[in-house]
Nanobody, 116 residues
Framework: VQLQASGGGLVQSGGSLRLSCSAS????????MGWYRQAPGKLREVVAR???????YYRDSVKDRFTISREDAKKAVHLQMNSLRPEDTATYYC???????????WGRGTQVTVSS
């Protein structure tokens, strides 16, 4: 499984960005795909993802600001990030968790920087 992420960049506080991630390889369902982020000096944390039943999960700090969506035919997920805050600054990673094989796959990180 390979994950290709795109998007990210520099935006002012209150602005918006969109991240996209597409999967290739042996993947039957994109349940388990989503986004994590890691800020300097901090642990990697989940941002939003589709869990095993296909429903979306969001960490509390991004609820009502971020929206994760999916395109199953393209094996792609997108993260629309609105009302961005400086504390959203981090490297964002696309992730796919294979529930059957209990294996994590990671894409290359993409930088999101929010200036105040």
């Amino acid at each position: 499984v390979q994950l290709q992420a795109s998007g990210g960049g520099l935006v002012q506080s209150g602005g918006s960005l969109r991240l996209s991630c597409s999967a290739s390889g042996s993947i039957s369902s994109i349940n388990g795909m989503g986004w994590y982020r890691q800020a300097p000096g901090k642990l990697r944390e989940v941002v939003a993802r589709f869990i095993s039943d296909g429903s979306p999960y969001y960490r509390d700090s991004v609820k009502d600001r971020f929206t994760i969506s999916r395109e199953d035919a393209k094996k792609a997920v997108h993260l629309q990030m609105n009302s961005l805050r400086p504390e959203d600054t981090a490297t964002y990673y696309c992730n796919y968790y294979d529930y059957a094989g209990k294996t994590d796959y990671w894409g290359r990180g993409t930088q999101v920087t929010v200036s105040s």
